[in-house]
């Protein structure tokens, strides 16, 4: 629709998203990855009918794709963007984040994207893991409206800190985490169900890369190694997922009846069920957001061995 | 013109070079630069051109530096040259690269240098001392030949160093010198350099240094303790190291440190770090009485940042730490004990020994039916969640868990037969671990509920089983824990010092004397019950010996003074 790909310098850090009908979120989550120092944006719009397009296409650092199909068919965006990124992403830092996803890393308020990417080029590192870190309000999530421009932590500032499940997979190599507020909440009885939480978002990208399901995982499998096996830590991010915004029981209703998501939307209905009786996801234990050094204190991520 | 002459390693970054270059010009030192070969001529030649209007500054013929190799030395030596012969008044010559950032006024190392004339700064030690070489190979870099890059031909590199081994390959030193190895950046004083530079025998040096692994960290090193008068081990430029021996970079938040260290020169420093260039560069009015640098704080900083890549935080599982088994350096964050059977024996044990111990005691963390955290919470520290099914899909990440959650407050939960077992060789293998058993004690509930004897019978059992599992587990050769196995009837005899052993290995300082001993449960009839069972065929053995009628021993006389005061 908008391609302003020519006008890419070969160092350039990008960013990769899909989205559907976020207007009201967009403005933000562009001035975040903006400040970051992102220096393009290359978004796939799934047929939004609330101006997300319109807004995309008036912006100097963004090219934007616009898809009618099926969400499903491309397994949930993937295809979308492994399309895109074999493209434009060659020899790039490509950042594969959702508009609610805000990227957190080791000094992130005191030094920019490029300085973190600059430090994984010379210690020969491909891939950033950054898991999804659910964040929540304290009351119903329908409490607070969220005006657009705004930054959605001010809102969703809470979190869980320590109640997440760690497996290997043995397929792909990559640690798959479940756990936060959705498993403590909506998948108590069936922790198994509880979505993933691991995510590999920043990869130094080449044609021969793939995403297989979301940001989850990566081929070839070595880009899954984000982890260390002998006792160390690698350096890793979190993404604050500023899903459960009051935006969300109205998106949650409008997803369950579009049945495009993984599982048949199963994860969808439980939010529906739920979110009905009781959408406090808050508890005494919830730890308030303050900044990365927080979250690295917590164990949640890592400065590995960057100083 | 001063007596301090800089060589500037250049290869990146070239507008730092090139501010860098000219700051040192501006206060009087004569700059040789080396580019590497491998920049493109013409981003060389506008580089040059850029600095043509500095009489002071010259550049070198380029080689091609490529980490690990000759190349470097080769630079160095050619730089080194056109120095010593451009500019005759020096005293000093400093190497140092483009990312390099002077953090003091040039003034102060000029003057530094003068007071200390002949003296040579070089790291410097031999290869037996050093701990920080990378790769296994510290010996070997000077009785091996390494033809082959390291970066780009690693398995040549691999393969002929395992071929060399393997053949018993050794390398002699020319002139029976004694190798040293250090950092890269040093400060010679004109005699020595020229010394090294025109020795006799520099073709033979050369010949040997040029297939020695990592040749800039030890040509210099080894043939400045031929030539020196006088030399100081260490190096005038900060740079620290990380595990992989690649350079930590330095960013815009490190510049209170940085200012604090009273260094002359750091590297590496990240080219976009404005402020760092900014600050420095311009900063002429330096606190009064500086003398040694002191890199004390930074070198802790990046000693911790090794540490934690290396070795990690104990007890922690996560997105980038995930050890194998084995490998955790600390399966827990944190001490904790394990009580079977004492919530049976007992009654209100839980808080008794909560107020004796002054740590969090829970319930039985891993009954079937719920998690009982301490005070009946259904949520924990980190947002754990008291339900079953969670916990049982990781009964063992639970556990940790919860560890981890409440650092710095000591856990003591009960455990028994009844309970989900599969932490078991978790806390047996685990030295944080203290776990108590009073085996047996399983027996309490059952003697104490009215069902119906047949079942009570097939549960005894099992729960026997169970137990005696449970105990092979600790008496394995595998656990660590510290652990205290009594029967029954061996801790009734005495139930509190066996009480007070356990609750002093927890070390806690109460203020206060704690007078009361916990009540113990009502164990009139026990004995005919376990009688009981054994004339049903089922034998019950883990509790010890119970006399079939009167009272078991211990227990009409509860010891009145528990606590002795000194």
Known sequence: MSARTHALRPDDILCFTTLRNERVRLPYFLKYYRDLGVDHFLMVDNDSSDGSLEYLMAQPDVSVWHSAASYKRARFGVDWLNWLQMKYAHGHWALVVDPDEFFVYPFCDTRPIRALTDWLDASSIKSFSAMLLDMYPKGRIDAQPYQEGQNP??????????????????????????????????FKDLPQKAPALNKIPLVKWDRRYAYVSSTHMLLPRGLNLVYDEWGGEKAS?????????????????????????????????????????????????SEKYINWRQLEILGLMSKGNWA | MSSVGIIMLVHTAFERAEQIARHWSAAGCPVVIHVDQAVPRPVFKSFRARLADREDIRFCRRHRCEWGTWGIVAATQAASELMLASFQNLRHVYLSSGSCLPLRPVEELIDYLAERPNTDFIESATTADVPWTVGGLDAERFTLRFPFSWKRHRLLFDGYVALQRLLRFKRRMPNGIVPHMGSQWWCLTRQTLAGILEDPDRGLYDAYFKRVWIPDESYFQTLARQRSQKIESRSLTLSKFDFQGKPHIFYDDHLQLLRRSDCFVARKIWPHANRLYEVFLSDKDSPANRTEPNPGKIDRIFAKAVDRRTRGRAGLYMQSRFPNPGWENGVTSGQYSVLQGFSELFEGFEPWFAKATGSRVHGHLFAPERVYFSGGQSVINGALSDSPQTRDYDPRGFLTSLIWNTRGERQCFQFGPADVQDPAWLMAGDPNAQISVISGAWALPLFRSNRDFATLRAEAAELQKIESEFLNVLRSPYSKARIRIWTMADFIENPMEHLQTIIDEIGFKSLRRLGEAPKMTDLTGFGQFLQNLKNQGMHPYLMGDFPVTGAPTGLHRPTPKPYLVK
């Not at chain 1, 932590?153 to 479940?178: M, P, R």
């Not at chain 1, 899903?243 to 369950?256: I, P, S």
């Open chain 1, 237 to 285: 991010g979190v993404l604050l997922h500023t899903k459960f915004l009051d935006t969300f029981t109205h998106k949650a209703a409008e997803e369950l009846e579009r049945g495009q998501h993984y599982a048949a939307s199963m994860e969808y209905r439980a939010y529906a069920a739920s979110l009905k009786d009781n959408p406090d996801l808050w508890c005494k234990w």
């Open chain 1, 153 to 186: 932590l001010e809102i969703t500032s809470w979190f869980d800190a320590g109640n997440y499940v760690i497996k290997k997979n043995a397929k792909f190599g990559n640690l798959w985490i479940q756990g936060g507020p959705r498993a403590r909440t909506f």
